[in-house]
T-cell receptor, first 118, second 111 residues
Framework: DTAVSQTPKYLVTQMGNDKSIKCEQN?????MYWYKQDSKKFLKIMFS???????INETVPNRFSPKSPDKAHLNLHINSLELGDSAVYFC?????????????????FGPGTRLLVL | DAKTTQPTSMDCAEGRAANLPCNHS???????VYWYRQIHSQGPQYIIH???NNETNEMASLIITEDRKSSTLILPHATLRDTAVYYC????????????FGKGTTLSVSS
């Protein structure tokens, strides 16, 4: 069974369109994340949710709106897509156990969604 | 938050040990060192983590210096499939905080 899955794997679309990416984890974790990896291969956090509540919201355009219907799902909706949105988007999950000093908050990543905006 | 410094790239012959260094001189006493890797076109994969004792699992060994200012990830018998970008990360203390990825070390294993 895939621990963290994302759909679709590839997404090619035109500028100005609206699209969604979905993520599901079956690890029973309470925290989920969206990371973006740009063409220079830098991985940066975008959002994170804990028990369906937004806890991290980095400087991301308002066109990006995450939604967490339940603990196991975190979706990312992008409005009015721009060329610069082309990237690989990774979902991840972890279980909060008292913070990073517990040594137990390992994050598990999905396979990524490759978004190309034309 | 502790920052890490890693060499940009390293080469290793297949079957030999790959030793990947990381400097984290500003690490505080209760911060862990985590290692992840990203094989081409895949999501990052957790490898190992440690606080101050050396750690070993089925993937790798982690050696942390006594002063905790640096560590070395050891892949004892590197294979071609170990070619990847390796990230040494010291996560912020706050619970649920995201990982901060640097540039990592690109390890190239060749036959």
């Amino acid at each position: 069974d895939t621990a963290v899955s994302q759909t679709p794997k590839y997404l090619v679309t035109q500028m100005g369109n609206d699209k969604s990416i979905k993520c599901e984890q079956n690890l029973g974790h309470d925290t989920m994340y969206w990371y973006k990896q740009d063409s220079k291969k830098f991985l940066k956090i975008m959002f994170s949710y804990n028990n369906k509540e937004l806890i991290i919201n980095e400087t991301v355009p308002n066109r990006f709106s995450p939604k967490s219907p339940d603990k196991a799902h975190l979706n990312l909706h992008i409005n009015s897509l721009e060329l610069g949105d082309s990237a690989v988007y990774f979902c991840a999950s972890s279980q909060i156990v008292g913070g990073a000093t517990s040594g137990k908050e390992t994050q598990y990543f999905g396979p990524g969604t490759r978004l190309l905006v034309l | 938050d502790a920052k890490t410094t890693q060499p940009t790239s390293m080469d290793c012959a297949e079957g030999r040990a790959a030793n990947l260094p990381c400097n984290h001189s500003t690490i505080s006493g209760n911060e862990y060192v985590y290692w992840y890797r990203q094989i081409h076109s895949q999501g990052p994969q957790y490898i190992i983590h440690g606080l101050k004792n050396n750690e070993t699992n089925e993937m790798a060994s982690l050696i942390i210096t006594e002063d905790r200012k640096s560590s070395t990830l050891i892949l004892p018998h590197a294979t071609l499939r170990d070619t990847a970008v390796y990230y040494c990360i010291v996560p912020p203390i706050q619970a649920g905080t995201a990982l901060i990825f640097g540039k990592g070390t690109t390890l190239s294993v060749s036959s």
